[in-house]
């Protein structure tokens, strides 16, 4: 009976409020996340995953199974990852003074620094906020955090100045406390960090995911201005959209045992907005299966504009979309 207890206090014990880190907690008796920590969808089923998705072409109908409306301000959400059923971590951008364009390019960018903080929020299955977690410090430069992702034990993230051709920040943070630990400081702008968990090496994006980063993910941090320096750097060959969102599926046969990641995103082309996923391998930014969506939202964003998940439920792949601003709307889609 005493075990069962204990077992029972950890999976329901209130959340501890770590120490520095402002957070507000608006469901105080609710863990942040289940005990012991769920395997990432992605990475776990991503063998039923790719062999679905290679299946999918411009042709494809995709059907709308669940709609989830998260509660409160969520801000400008740039990444998403799901842990367990009913869990939702969304990282945001709160943006309290705008950057203003230069006439010129000044210093390597094209923009002033602007002003906001990074959000790490959570959310329930039924869309209710657990807590919001402010995982920059006030006055920072590096207030804008990209997509993310899920190994299982941390969140891999990025601070970032919102500017391209700037700094950057790797992070990773335990889904039950949200404390950012830094890991490296970057030369550049870095948006959507993603870990292999087999080499251990992370890969980030820069501003418009036109050039990849490959880091060892143990790496010692060095604060600014000591930058760490990337075990590579590689080019994105495909022009189809910008990446945003981005998770880890593992190493499969089919792709010759490499690396392989899932990312969505969109591109502006003619004053047309388009969306689109795609695997891409991890050392090489190639794509190898891509698929355009036109999917939008009731509020009328691209569906694949920034968080973006994917799991196997029930034998069917699920893709995980909340693309609007402010007032976010979570939307679950299958291939029909």
């Given amino acids: ?25 608006l469901q105080p008796d609710v863990p942040f996340v289940p005990h012991p920590h769920p395997l990432p969808g992605a990475a776990s089923d991503a063998k039923e995953i790719i062999r679905q998705f290679v299946e999918l072409d411009r042709s494809t109908k995709w059907k709308l199974v669940d709609k989830v409306k998260f509660e409160g301000d ?25 950057t203003s364009k230069f006439n010129e390019t000044i210093n390597g ?10 959000h790490m929020i959570i959310f329930d299955g039924k869309g209710k906020r657990i807590a919001d ?19 299982g034990t941390y969140i891999w993230a990025t601070l970032s100045q919102y500017r391209p051709n700037t700094t950057g920040t790797l992070v ?6 949200l404390v950012p630990e830094p890991i490296l400081s970057a030369a550049d702008h870095q948006g959507g960090a993603v ?17 990849a980063s490959i ?29 945003q969102d981005c998770k880890f599926l593992g190493r499969y046969e089919l792709y010759g045992s490499r690396p392989v990641m899932l990312c969505s995103g969109v591109a502006d082309l003619a004053n047309t907005r388009i969306g689109g996923l795609a695997i891409v391998d991890m050392e090489t930014m190639v794509p190898l299966h891509e698929v355009p969506v036109t999917l939008v939202s009731e509020l009328g964003a691209a569906m694949t504009k920034n968080p973006m998940d994917v ?26």
């Fill in 133 to 151: 977690a402010s995982i920059s410090q006030a006055k920072s430069l590096e207030y804008h955090n990209g997509g993310v992702d899920y190994d």
């Fill in 109 to 118: 960018t094209d923009r002033t620094a602007g002003e906001g903080f990074a």
């Fill in 311 to 336: 799991a196997v439920v029930d034998g069917k792949m699920r893709l995980f979309f909340l693309p609007d601003e402010r007032n976010s709307t979570l939307y679950v889609y299958e291939a029909a």
């Fill in 74 to 98: 969520t801000y400008e959400p740039e990444g998403i990852v799901r842990i367990g059923n009913d869990r939702y971590f969304v990282s945001a951008g709160e943006y309290i003074v705008p």
């Fill in 215 to 243: 880091w060892n993910g143990h790496d010692k941090h060095q604060a600014p201005p000591e930058f760490t320096r990337p075990k590579a750097e590689v080019r994105n060959p495909s022009s189809f959209v910008d990446y």
């Fill in 1 to 25: 009976m005493l075990r069962a207890l204990t077992v029972l206090s950890l999976l329901f014990s209130k959340p501890p409020q770590p120490a520095g880190l402002n957070i507000t907690i």
């Fill in 172 to 177: 990773r943070m335990r889904p039950d406390t």
């Fill in 195 to 211: 870990h292999d968990t087999k080499s251990g090496t992370v890969v980030t994006l820069n501003w418009g995911s036109r050039k």
